[in-house]
């Protein structure tokens, strides 16, 4: 036989420390759930990271645990604790933080894989969006009411309790970003190639809207 027609041997499988493997599992997973949805098999997965099915589980006793361990890794791990400091710092307008926070959130947050995940997780019937929504409520949305308040005057949260439209007129503030990242990663179609004029320019026209409604909801006064 010709020396260049002898197969080449088979490369030997990497061994790596636990926690490097673990990290290569949930990484691989994050990429497989993005593409495929929450019913890919661990099977395909396996294949995919050039592992057994059996190693696989020796990390992930569960397909329901490793779901798990990509909701920590994407939506509590990209999470920065120090957003909320930022919405309530204020020492500047309550426009330029919003601005900053929606400028890092994008970046951060709304990705091609945070996208994809939280539409399948969805449509799978998964908790990991009502965990998510009940922690961006208590880090972000209430927040931002308690800071609108401020801004337009109007009585502070603990004199006057937060009114679900109060809450709606924060999630209408989001839901403008948010959208952004559904058309460009879920629809895939074309979007304001100027981010950080578009979050601008979103967080004008809604909070404006905001702060008129609760000035004159508080005070009765429309300016």
Known sequence: MDRAEIPAA?????????AEREQQIVDGAVRFFAEVGFGGQTRELAQRLGVTQPLL?????????????????????????EWRALIEDRSRPLRD????FYRAYTQDVLTYEWMRIYMFAGLAGE????????MLESELLRPVCAELRAAAGAPPPAAVAITSLEQE?????????????????IYRVGVEPDV??????????????ALAVTRRQHTGSGK
């Open 196 to 209: 950080d004029a578009f979050i601008a320019d979103a967080v004008d026209r809604t909070l404006d809207g």
């Open 97 to 100: 933080r919003l601005i900053d």
């Open 169 to 185: 007129a924060a999630w209408q503030i989001h839901a403008a970003v948010f959208y952004y990242g559904v058309r460009k990663h």
């Open 127 to 134: 908790d990991i969006n009502r965990r998510y929504i009940g």
């Open 10 to 18: 088979a490369a030997p499988r990497q061994r790596l420390a636990r």
């Open 57 to 81: 589980y020796r990390y992930f006793p569960t397909k329901q645990d490793l779901i798990e361990r990509v909701y920590e890794a994407v939506f509590i791990g990209r999470w920065n604790p």
